[in-house]
């Protein structure tokens, strides 16, 4: 141990340990002689005989370093001393291996942080392993439906014995729900009710304060309070680090802040991707108990219960759970228990080794586009490695050497891919446009810098083994008396870089071929018939508060009639509506079905229920097929009105005309008054569901969270002042909030879509760039190598023509062997991908096609430049050039 | 490094090196080498620079110490010495050397009939 110590010591006092030695090697030889001397020999004798005892001094001082030092770290700086001065002489080759490597080893640095933390990282919470989501087996409607009542719940948290904890929020919360006043404008604040034990539960820790409320804090009578979001408070309110135990007035209501959330708790990240939440309140479980289904379920396994056992016991009690325990109804509820990460990144799965094995593609063309490179580079080298062999250098002493160079070329290129890698890290984190769960911890941490260690020296071994064995291995004599130019070793040379030119291309004929698909999909998906026109709509969130008491909604009616006439004044302005719930954001549902008929239990799905104001529909652009809109005359309290989509109709009415037939909608009666085309709820990809619009001035519903939905031909960003300020004209309570158009909720809902075409389409550019390089690289190669050749061609009458015409189809053919070659793998890829793919047929004739052509074309390009270079030798010059 | 096959040699050379600084006290590379060759009779015929790749070894081992001074002929010299380690190295590598030349004595004393004599 001491002595490693030691030679480590010894390793970096090289010079002065060396000097140590010259100088008690020359003493040694001095007293030698002179002792001889002193002994009667003539000065040159007793030198003479002095250096013969001593035997051989450059071997002494090789084992005296040796025997001190570390003599593998000292031919390893060797190595590297001597890749630093070639790559350095080569800059061009440099440059290009280093950017090469780079941008392969930093896609795969950035997806591995990707899939490392939605896939394989457990979620950020201690212990998260117990922790599982409950919601129904099968998912009817949206999230009504992956809710339970107050009651189940609360029976549940007694009833049952496999859980330390069972918490849950309320799912219905719409953003910039609450406002933040008394200081100044109102700020929309979004805000979301939590059980008291919910932090408990998951193990957030506060950064001040406490998370958990009390008994008292989650009564009616209880004052409120509320836990703020990390950057919530430091964006609203400064980080003021006393801020706990003040008040905050949310809309006029004082509000005692009792703690802040740590900055790496993010609600949205785990529960509702791409959400933003500021504030959260306790659930007040007797306020809302007979609201029905609201809460969505989080529980924790007690330590050493399986979800298997977990399982058995949830299957045997929701069954029997109260729905409402006042009520007498029991909920029927049927749950699984999912491990909360399977839940949250289970269906991403897929997509995500997808673009995993995209990466790894790339990274694998990198890899032959290298070798291919360094085998270039060995060819040009075979004078320099055979005389080093001359003189005595060890097969294995050279492609530890060329393995050395490769280390660098990778290790350098990794360094500047990891810097790529930290910035796209950086910028996904830190966007909020891809709705992807877990996106905002995304960051190139400690398993990702090992991940990158790993991949770089893997594919230094990859690309620089194979160039490494053939310099090393090259025939000693005739590479000396050659000048390079023989034919005698380009032959096998040529053929073996001809093959991985040729798994360039059909690798990049894969990545092309996936990317289309998947690219065709998206294009699809872009494409569907939403139900409703997102252009040149824009929504802001409508305040509205009645202090007086509306049983008959006519002051709200009124107000809002007011509120539209004055927003349709605006210049641009085409029409203008009000709904509670947009499309493509939250929703909730209810029951309709036909008075009279009757229905298996179960038979009905939930229905998502919009409560809308007269020319919402045409404002958001429904298409109503049948009947008319709802008006503000419809307010009759003992039988309201509602409109129906087209697959509700069909269902309920089918072969009838379902105008003016009386439905019963959420326990009361309404008269179907027109039916719209069915609208795609959730995404432009799931197909629509049932759904139904009723209006907001009957006295039947209520107002709730409003949207203004607003439709002008003028861009958002002009219109939102004009918009705003007539709303608080009307209005001086209404918040700054933004007016976002429509066409953002559509684009969040396609984002995960929008992320993999995206990366995909990147990765299959580079590995198409990469393909063209390697092409272009083997066919310049064998030009220069042809030089000679081609101008004896030329003199004997060859034109230029015929020339470039036998170098194209050289290339042609090696492009046509790798893209049968990579056609047949492509159909095996793509059946892979079947299942991610929208309207597109795996075997999608058209996307073969082009990207075939695509692939072909530029592959013919790469072969073009060094051909016509061909085509441009001059004989005479050729020939003299020996 | 080859370290292996001049095994038992390097052992000879470190533990004649311990022996001469533990009998004479502080010495240089040279007088070290002189003394070695002096006792043995010059019949060890040292490569004298081998020395030094002991000298080295046994240093980083702690069991000698070496110290910059001034030679009987004036001039600047590197001395070494015996550290109590290296004492104690001495008396172990000295019993085991004693233990195997009576074992090789014995072994090579056997006569034809296989007796010992």
Redesign the interface.
Known sequence: M??LL??IR?FFHKRQLDG??E???S??I???T??NIAHGMSSDEARRRALL?????Q??RE??R???GL?WLDILMQDLRFSLRTLRRDRTFTIIAVLILALGIGANIVVFSVVDNILLRPLPFPNADQLVRIAPKVSKCGNSCATYSTDAVQEFQQRNHTFSDITGYDAFTAPGNWKLTGKGVPVPVSEIDVMDNFFHTLGVQPLMGRLTFTAEESRPSGAPVAVLSYPFWKRQLNGDPNIVGQALSFGGTPTTVIGVLPESFDFGAVYSPGAKLDVFTPYIYDRVREYGNMISITGRMKPGVTLAQARAEVDLLFPTLDFSVKGGAIGKYSAEVHDMKDYISGSLRRALIVLWSAVGLILLIVCVNLSNLLLARAAARSKEFAMRRALGAGRARIVRQLLTESLVLSGVGALLGLTLAIAACYYLAHQGSIALPLLNQIRVDRTSLLWTIFIAVTTALAFGCLPGLRASGSDLQSALKDSGHGSSMGKRSDTLRSVLVISEIALACVLLVGAGLLLRSFLRVLDVDLGFRPAEATAISFDYRNPAPDPTNAKLSATLQETLRRIKTLPGVQTAGITDSLPMSRNRSWGISAKGKSYQPGELPGTFVYVVSPGYLNAIGMRLIKGRDITWNDTNPAQGVVIINQTVANYLWPNEDPIDRIARVGGADARVIGVIEDVRETSAEAKAGWQMYVSVAAPQFGPSDMQLVVRSNIPAAELQPLVLSTLRELNPGQPRADLRPIQMLVDRASSPRRFFVYLVGIFAALGLVLASLGVYGVISYSVTQRTQEIGVRMALGATPGRVQMSVISKTLGLAAIGIGMGGVLSIAVANLIASMLFGTAPTDPMTFVAMIALLGGVAVLAGYLPARRASRINPMVALRNN | MGESKLDLLQGTLDLMVLQTLAAMGEMHGYGIARRIEQVSGDEVLLNQGTIYAALVRLQQRGWIAAEWGTSENNRKAKFYGITKRGRKQLVEDAAYWQRLSSVMGRVLAMSADGEVL
């Open positions: 001491n002595r030691n030679k010894a140590d030695l100088a008690e090697l003493h040694h001095e007293a030698a002179e002792e005892r001593f035997g051989n001094i071997q002494a084992t005296h040796a025997t001190r003599p």
